[in-house]
C-alpha cells in the first residue's frame, strides 16, 4: 500500500519531467567523454536539463501552495 498521496496534476507532470530529463540525462552521460566538435550541442543540451528540472521544482512548488 503506498502511503503517498494521489498527486495532482502539476506534480504529475513534474514526475513526468524528471522522468525525461533522466533518460536525456543517461543518453549524454552514454556519450562521454564528448569529442571536441561536440562539446557546445552537448553543453546546450545540458543547459536545457538543467532548465527542465528547474521547471520541475516550481511545479512542485506550485503543488505544495495549493
Given at each position: 500500500?503506498?502511503?503517498h498521496p494521489?498527486?495532482?496534476?502539476?506534480?504529475v507532470?513534474?514526475?513526468?519531467?524528471?522522468?525525461g530529463?533522466?533518460i536525456d540525462?543517461?543518453?549524454?552521460?552514454?556519450?562521454?567523454?564528448?569529442?571536441p566538435?561536440?562539446?557546445?550541442?552537448?553543453?546546450r543540451?545540458?543547459?536545457r536539463l538543467?532548465?527542465?528540472?528547474s521547471?520541475?521544482?516550481?511545479?512542485?512548488?506550485?503543488?505544495?501552495?495549493?
Amino acid at each position: 500500500m503506498n502511503d503517498h498521496p494521489a498527486p495532482f496534476a502539476a506534480e504529475v507532470e513534474a514526475i513526468e519531467t524528471v522522468g525525461g530529463v533522466l533518460i536525456d540525462l543517461t543518453e549524454v552521460a552514454e556519450r562521454l567523454p564528448v569529442r571536441p566538435d561536440q562539446i557546445e550541442k552537448t553543453a546546450r543540451i545540458l543547459d536545457r536539463l538543467a532548465e527542465e528540472i528547474s521547471e520541475a521544482a516550481a511545479m512542485l512548488r506550485q503543488a505544495n501552495a495549493q
